[in-house]
């Protein structure tokens, strides 16, 4: 967790919602010198705080609305600090909740009250941030299809096809599929999963060539370090690069592995242990892509397979491959800090 403890003149909190947003700015000494709702919109927000750009520090919440308020600030020249919103929601918690009284406590935590800390979240940088949303948009659109062929294979159990469909993800695999029920609305709701997967081809595959030329521009040489990994592809190369944006911003491994959700967080008092926490604090498409990294870091891989079979045998094949996903993040880490290929021999300590 990271705090910000810089010291201004003023700050200014923001409750930020689509149409409005609250703003609460304090002065140095706690005194609140502005407490106003006013329309969510940039000319609004840059007179309201005018008479105090001499020295502010702007804080929000880390909710899907900061993208334009964060852009607004950097390009301002106003220092901007994002919130961190499930350590916000611990610290600053009570019995009435509004967004007067938000704002209030957001600027309170930035000026340096209520436990003397603001816990921060990562301002993404604008110039990848669309391509990042991007891909993200394209893995959701992926799910859906792989939905659509899970209904297809389910729909022939239910109805106890004798022959198996095969790999319908290959199109020629596709071809009679509809034929081979019976029923009428059987036969359409097929036709309508296999329409849609053919559409979903086709957006994918545009989408897919569209963010790999943006990563050539962005970051060629991390891009390809990331697909030395054996298993690791262009796709999933490309999930790491835009999540991890910066290996600089991570100071040690263990900060890294912890922010893709690798390790467990212990609670503890007394020497007594409670369990773990924090699940959800953390990047989860990262902790996609390296549990999707350790299974396909298999395939073909004798050496590799050997190491898991080591690793199941002492802790059983569920927690060895979440021991792999966590090696792996860590030669990760080291691959784009040192910018070095991925050794197998180094990494299996053959």
């Known amino acids: 967790m990271r705090f910000y403890t810089q010291q201004h003149k ?3 909190g923001i409750d930020l ?14 005194n609140v010198r502005i407490h106003q709702n006013i329309h969510t919109d940039q000319e609004a927000f840059l007179r309201i705080i005018a008479p105090f750009r001499e020295d502010i520090v702007v804080a929000v919440e880390c909710m899907f609305t900061w993208y334009w308020i964060a852009d607004l600030c950097i390009q301002e020249n106003i220092s901007f600090v994002l919130g961190h919103a499930l350590y916000m929601k611990a610290i600053h918690g009570g019995k009435a909740k509004n967004d007067k009284i938000d704002s209030l406590k957001i600027a309170t935590l930035l000026r340096g009250g209520m436990l003397r800390m603001l816990p921060q979240a990562y301002v993404y940088p604008a110039r990848m941030r669309a391509t990042r949303d991007l891909l993200r948009r394209r893995n959701h659109l992926m799910r859906k299809r792989a939905e659509l062929f899970a209904h297809i294979q389910n729909t022939r159990s239910q109805y106890n096809l004798p022959d198996p469909l095969g790999c319908i993800a290959k199109p020629k695999n596709r071809e009679g599929i509809v034929e081979r029920f019976d029923d009428p609305s059987v036969q359409k709701s097929m036709a309508v999963d296999l329409e849609m997967i053919e559409a979903y081809d086709h957006i994918l595959t545009q989408l897919e060539r569209d963010i790999i030329a943006c990563a050539k521009e962005h970051d060629l040489r991390s891009y390809a370090l990331l697909q030395t990994i054996p298993g690791v592809g262009r796709i999933l190369a490309l999930v790491l690069l835009y999540e991890i944006e910066s ?3 991570f100071p040690q491994v263990q900060d890294f592995v912890s922010y893709c959700r690798l390790i467990k967080s212990i609670k503890e008092s007394n020497g007594k242990k409670y ?3 924090g699940k959800k604090i953390g990047n989860a498409h990262l902790k996609w892509a390296f549990s999707e990294a350790a299974v396909l870091f298999l395939k073909g891989n004798e050496p590799g397979k050997k190491y898991l ?7 059983g094949k569920a927690k060895a491959l979440s021991i792999l996903a966590h090696k792996l993040g860590r030669a990760a880490y080291f691959m784009l800090k040192n910018k070095e290929a991925f050794n197998q021999k180094k990494f299996l300590g053959l």
Request: with cysteine; charged share 20%.
């Open 17 to 30: 919602h689509t149409k409005n947003m609250f703003v609460c700015i304090l002065d140095a000494g706690g």
């Open 10 to 12: 003023f700050y200014c």
């Open 309 to 315: 079979q080591r690793l199941a045998h002492k802790h």
């Open 247 to 249: 290996i600089e911003r």
């Open 275 to 277: 369990g773990s926490s």
